[in-house]
């Protein structure tokens, strides 16, 4: 009886001491199931910033810098002709100009018509007054290849004399080799807002009776002295 006693005392406390570590591992185990979803939960991610939309460019400011970008000077006393892009010489071009009798008149104008295989009308002064007209790709003509007319009927224009370029002996207008007269009007038909590409450019060329008259809706400044 007595070792029975003492064999069922132990059992209790074995008993006791099992049902306190069932409860220990209970506890860790809620323990590491609930720490897990504490920690492992991602943060809520922030929605991106919209991306910025670029302002629209504002093309009032090229406008007037393509308007401004080019301008013409020519000095007679050195009978040259100067091209300035943006207040920088781009280009000088040696040209005749009037004689003593018939002065290029000085002053300041815009070039407003650019004219491929200009038409000659003899002008109703003195001089003009036995000459006959001249039709466009005529060998005769004196107005050459192409025209910039800035206060007709004076302009600068090609010629059918090249060997005056350099010299003061035309009745008042400026005269540029052919050449040269070409590729200017060119570049002031793209200054002044009336671009032609190569090909035009080229196709005029070649039908030298074909008169073309172009206005130009930006006008290019000239300035003579």
């Not at 192409?146 to 090609?158: E, F, K, N």
């Not at 009336?194 to 035009?200: E, F, G, N, Q, T």
């Not at 039908?207 to 130009?216: E, G």
């Amino acid at each position: 009886m007595r070792r029975r006693g003492r064999f069922a005392g132990l059992c209790v406390f074995v008993a006791a001491l099992g049902a306190c570590s069932v409860h220990v591992k209970d506890a860790d185990s809620a323990a590491g199931t609930a720490a897990p979803s504490a920690s492992t939960t991602p943060p809520a991610t922030p929605a991106p910033a919209a991306a910025p939309v670029p302002a629209a460019p504002d093309t009032t400011a090229a406008l007037t810098d393509t308007t401004s970008a080019m301008r013409l000077e020519v000095d007679l006393a050195k009978r040259q002709l100067t091209v300035y892009r943006g207040g920088q010489v781009a280009e000088t071009h040696s040209v005749a100009v009037g004689s003593k009798e018939w002065p290029t008149q000085t002053g300041e104008w815009k070039v407003k018509q650019v004219v491929f295989n200009p038409e000659w009308i003899p002008p109703d002064e003195t001089w003009a007054e036995e000459r006959l007209p001249r039709k466009p790709g005529d060998p005769k003509n004196p107005l050459g290849m192409a025209q910039l007319v800035y206060d007709a009927p004076r302009s600068i224009h090609g010629t059918n004399a090249p060997s005056s370029i350099g010299k003061p002996v035309s009745h008042g207008s400026i005269r540029m080799r052919n050449d040269e007269i070409v590729k200017l009007a060119t570049e002031v038909l793209a200054a002044g807002g009336a671009p032609k590409d190569d090909a035009w450019v080229q196709q005029a060329q070649k039908n030298r009776t074909d008169k073309q008259v172009i206005d130009l809706p930006r006008p290019v400044s000239i300035k003579v002295f």
